[in-house]
């Protein structure tokens, strides 16, 4: 079976509309979600597989329908997130015109909570649910030797009128037994980021699951339970990587620092086999300390990016944060000390925020003067608590996603917490958060003094027009 595994471009993201100059100027992301698959069928089958990074090579859409034609695909497959799912609509349309005998599968977190809706859209075959590398493996076998797929576990397909679903596969819980993404079927050097030194860079999932209890967040097709990799399994990784020329990486668990003796374990191996790699990684203000920040310096740790949220107590209760300001200063404090950069989330829109509540938020940001500081609207996503929490308040009237997974369309505006602001006052106030941390005069001289080369002063300075430009893009 010849398999084309496409990411679609962002021309339409649903999730779009916040000024975000700091993302936009980082460069793009490895598809892992597809690369995972794609590894999975290389290791353990005879398909042929491909890959189509549509938003990396920045594709147009004949192009993209060039691209597909001429692999002469079987199947199809997508990743979908909700944000993504016109674009990815789009590119079911070019299929069945371009390979019209291929069949469409679509996985990822949006049809995990929209299955019944997301089969019944024009031009898809499949749906695989959860992690999808076991589901679609069965799933390529299966179609290839025509045989029954009652039998596959994760998977939602329609037999006439009938929509049949095998209900949710079991979780990974030995990931050391999935195999790497296969990095090797795409262009590397694709990859980059203003956060790292050098480049090609690459991202890097060492666990799964996140057992934090965030009111905002939600990972469906992931699970709340922790599923770590074995420092041994993460180093061969790397050092695959590092085969391929990259030597940098964004470490993106949700929470790389669940598990102490894990991060031990993975920093004192990459010291020990000497390396030699700078990582970015996500982590919670309440997992860290000097004996865990140090050792990660030491492994080549350059930056750190925590979720902060909000600059009061009461916000960082409705989130359930489960973090205190005073902690976030120590922790920010103590991680400048020892050398590693910093990225600290901030949301503005949350449920019960004022105005005085945002402008706060806004002095703790510069308050804690971290590195880069990434700012959004808060997005009420569906299968979260405070999804539920608008649903049942009537702050949201109508279940809006769901709607929108049966009816993806253009000009869908997602919802907002409009409870004390409109939406054009919130993106008043996301711009000036971002124009008071980023113009301040002794945070443009330090970031000027840390250029070390031509490239970084480009990467930089496109990010700075960016920002200083964020009005007359609203």
């Given at each position: 079976m010849r398999v084309l595994l496409i990411n679609p471009p962002r021309n339409n993201e649903i999730i779009g509309n916040n000024p975000n100059a700091l993302e936009e100027s980082r460069g793009y992301n490895p598809p892992l979600g597809i690369l995972f698959l794609a590894g999975y069928l290389q290791e353990h089958t005879e398909h042929?597989?491909?890959?189509?990074?549509?938003?990396?090579?920045k594709l147009s859409w004949a192009e993209i329908g060039a691209r597909i034609a001429n692999a002469k695909p079987d199947i199809v497959g997508l990743t979908v997130m909700t944000q993504t799912l016109i674009d990815v609509m789009r590119i079911v349309e070019i299929s069945h015109v371009k390979a019209p005998r291929a069949k469409v599968v679509l996985g990822g977190p949006h049809v995990h909570l929209f299955p019944g809706e997301t089969i019944t859209l024009p031009g898809i075959d499949y749906v695989v649910l959860g992690e999808g590398e076991r589901t679609f493996r069965e799933l390529v076998d299966k179609l290839e030797a025509k045989d029954d797929l009652e039998n596959i576990s994760g998977l939602v397909f329609k037999r006439g009128r009938k929509i049949i679903n095998t209900g949710f596969p079991e979780m990974v819980n030995d990931l050391d037994a999935l195999s790497f993404p296969a990095r090797n079927l795409t262009d590397v050097k694709l990859y980059d980021s203003v956060l790292m030194p050098r480049s090609p860079v690459t991202t890097l999932f060492?666990?799964?699951?996140?057992?934090?209890?965030?009111?905002?967040?939600?990972?469906?097709?992931?699970?709340?339970?922790?599923?770590?990799?074995?420092?041994?399994?993460?180093?061969?990784?790397?050092?695959?990587?590092?085969?391929?020329?990259i030597r940098d990486f964004l470490i993106y668990d949700d929470t790389f620092t669940v598990r102490r003796d894990r991060v031990f374990d993975i920093c004192r191996k990459i010291i020990d086999n000497k390396l030699d790699i700078h990582f970015d990684a996500r982590a919670r203000i309440d997992t860290v300390d000097d004996e865990i920040l140090r050792l990660m310096k030491e492994a080549g740790c350059q930056g750190i990016h925590y979720?902060?949220?909000?600059?009061?107590?009461?916000?960082?209760?409705?989130?359930?944060?489960?973090?205190?300001?005073?902690?976030?200063e120590d922790v920010f404090r103590l991680t400048h000390r020892i050398g590693i950069k910093t990225?600290?989330?901030?949301?503005?829109?949350?449920?019960?925020?004022?105005?005085?509540?945002?402008?706060?938020?806004?002095?703790?940001?510069?308050?804690?003067?971290?590195?880069?500081?990434?700012?959004?609207?808060?997005?009420?996503?569906?299968?979260?608590?405070?999804?539920?929490?608008?649903?049942?308040?009537?702050?949201?009237?109508?279940?809006?996603w769901r709607e929108f997974a049966k009816n993806p369309h253009l000009g869908f505006i997602p919802p907002y917490w409009s409870e004390n602001f409109s939406?054009?006052?919130?993106?008043?106030?996301?711009?000036?958060?971002?124009?008071?941390?980023?113009?301040?005069p002794a945070y443009l001289f330090k970031r000027t003094l840390e250029v070390r080369n031509c490239r970084e002063f480009g990467r930089k300075f496109r990010a700075g027009i960016r920002l200083l430009t964020m009005r007359s893009r609203q």
């Open positions: 042929s597989v491909k890959i189509m990074d549509a938003q990396a090579e060492t666990s799964r699951g996140c057992p934090y209890v965030c009111s905002f967040c939600d990972r469906p097709h992931l699970g709340k339970k922790f599923r770590a990799r074995s420092a041994d399994n993460v180093i061969a990784e790397i050092e695959e990587c590092k085969r391929l020329g979720g902060v949220e909000a600059g009061t107590e009461k916000i960082l209760r409705v989130l359930r944060k489960g973090i205190t300001l005073e902690q976030a990225l600290a989330y901030f949301m503005i829109g949350s449920p019960s925020e004022t105005k005085e509540d945002i402008e706060e938020t806004f002095r703790f940001a510069k308050k804690l003067d971290s590195d880069y500081m990434h700012l959004t609207i808060l997005t009420p996503f569906p299968g979260t608590e405070i999804y539920r929490r608008g649903m049942e308040s009537g702050v949201i009237k109508t279940d809006v939406l054009e006052e919130l993106k008043s106030l996301l711009i000036q958060g971002y124009k008071e941390f980023y113009r301040r």
